[in-house]
């Protein structure tokens, strides 16, 4: 994964999932690297928000426990966006 499209995806994890925005270089440095990624954000998906990219797909997901109706929307808010880049 290239740099620019990596800070677009942070973008919408910022924007729309709530991760925080000083971990911005940390995770464009990771996700850069020549390796599968799973990238804890958080935000508003709480502490098992999770971004994965693994084997050309890239999505988020939090802990099955924490699902509720506001999380699903923004997970499918969040992976339409991504799907879209």
Known sequence: MNKTKANNIY???VTEGGAN???R???VHYVTEDHDAEWRFCGSLGFGGKF???CG???VSCYSEDMN???QATIHL???KLEAL
């Open 78 to 80: 969040i992976t339409s």
């Open 69 to 71: 109706p506001e999380r």
């Open 11 to 13: 973008d919408i994890l």
């Open 21 to 23: 925005p000083s971990n």
């Open 25 to 27: 270089d940390s995770f």
């Open 57 to 59: 797909r890239i999505w």
């Open 52 to 54: 994965y990219h693994n």
